[in-house]
Structure formats: structure tokens, C-alpha cells
Nanobody, 126 residues
Framework: QEQLVESGGGSVQAGQSLKLSCEDS????????VAWFRQAPGSQREGVAA????????DYADSVKGRFTISRDHVKNTLYLQMDSLKPEDTATYYC???????????????????WGQGTQVTVSS
């Protein structure tokens, strides 16, 4: 059974950086989307960034554009999220997700993915 294991979360001050990793024990085919989501207490899970395995094209939520970078190492089958210039409103549990499919040619930033990790906490203080 495929397992996704996130790591790299922690507590930082505003303006600092963190890099999240998600190790995928399963096989990810080239037609799949993989993504990062986050969920703050009392809020819905929201898409942060997604990447299309086939060509590496990316999509970002407006709230993180220019600050976060999603990438994937296909050899290690590991997904990354580099988070720079962190803000207190970025505080949430971050989840990686795999086995999504493109909608109208774009990787979705809605939780239409079949596999999910257990989450890693990111806390940003002001």
C-alpha cells in the first residue's frame, strides 16, 4: 500500500523559511498530479501548490505565489515545498497528496486526490 510521509515542519518566525518533504513509497505515473494542501484549525483544507509529473508544470494558490516553490525529485520519488517569507497566516497542518488528475489541463488545487499523507505542522509566529 502506498504511503506518503511528510517531514520538515516546525515553528519559525515570520520572514523565515522552511522546506517540507514528502516521501512516496508507491509508484507515481507520468499522467498524475501531486500537490500540497494545508488546513488550519476551523478551516477547510486548501490547495497550496501542485505539480504535473509529466512535464513539471506547476500551479499555486494566489496566497503563496512568489513565496512557495513546489518541486519533485523523480529519482527519489519525493515531493518538496520550499516556503520562504513565511507569514503567520501560513500556520497550518500541511499535507501532501498524490494520484490526482488534471482538470481542464491544470492540476487541481481542490482535494481531489486519492492518496494523502498524515500531515506536518507548520507554525509561524509574528
Amino acid at each position: 500500500q502506498e504511503q506518503l510521509v511528510e517531514s520538515g515542519g516546525g515553528s519559525v518566525q515570520a520572514g523565515q523559511s522552511l522546506k517540507l518533504s514528502c516521501e512516496d513509497s508507491g509508484y507515481t505515473d507520468s499522467s498524475a498530479c501531486v500537490a500540497w494542501f494545508r488546513q488550519a484549525p476551523g478551516s477547510q483544507r486548501e490547495g497550496v501548490a501542485a505539480i504535473y509529473v509529466g512535464d513539471g508544470s506547476t500551479d499555486y494558490a494566489d496566497s503563496v505565489k512568489g513565496r512557495f516553490t513546489i518541486s519533485r525529485d523523480h529519482v527519489k520519488n519525493t515531493l518538496y515545498l520550499q516556503m520562504d517569507s513565511l507569514k503567520p497566516e501560513d500556520t497550518a497542518t500541511y499535507y501532501c497528496a498524490t494520484d490526482g488528475r488534471r482538470l481542464r489541463g491544470r492540476c487541481p488545487l481542490v482535494p481531489r486526490y486519492n492518496n494523502w499523507g498524515q500531515g506536518t505542522q507548520v507554525t509561524v509566529s509574528s
